[in-house]
Nanobody, 120 residues
């Protein structure tokens, strides 16, 4: 089994910063794309940012210039540095990863979610 464990959420004032981390654990062959989605109350889940194993990044227009996604392949960990946070960034943030198991099957794995609350 493969698990994603997130950390770093919490309460912050508008304009502040938070850093989310997500580490993959278990037995697997490799990790391809890792990323973060978020779901605000009453809204659909949306992509925040994703990063391939080679470092190519895709991010939502709403977070460009404020959020930075990065990964440490040696630690099987993806990070989301969030700066200049706004109240509309309040959401549960979910980590996800496309992981190849020992039979080289691709699995999409999700973390349990971490709550980010930005107060005005």
């Amino acid at each position: 089994q493969v698990h994603l464990v997130e950390s770093g959420g919490g309460l912050v004032q508008a304009g502040g910063s938070l850093r989310l981390s997500c580490a993959a654990s278990g037995i697997f062959s490799s990790i391809n794309t890792m990323g973060w989605d978020r779901q605000a109350p009453g809204k659909q889940r949306e992509l925040v940012a994703a990063i391939t194993s080679g470092g190519s990044v895709n991010s939502a227009d709403s977070v460009k210039g404020r959020f930075t996604i990065s990964r440490d392949n040696a630690k099987n960990t993806v990070y989301l540095q969030m700066n200049s946070l706004k109240p509309e960034d309040t959401a549960v943030y979910y980590c996800n990863a496309f992981i190849e198991d020992l039979l080289w099957r691709t699995l999409e794995v999700w973390g349990q979610g971490t709550l980010v609350t930005v107060s005005s």
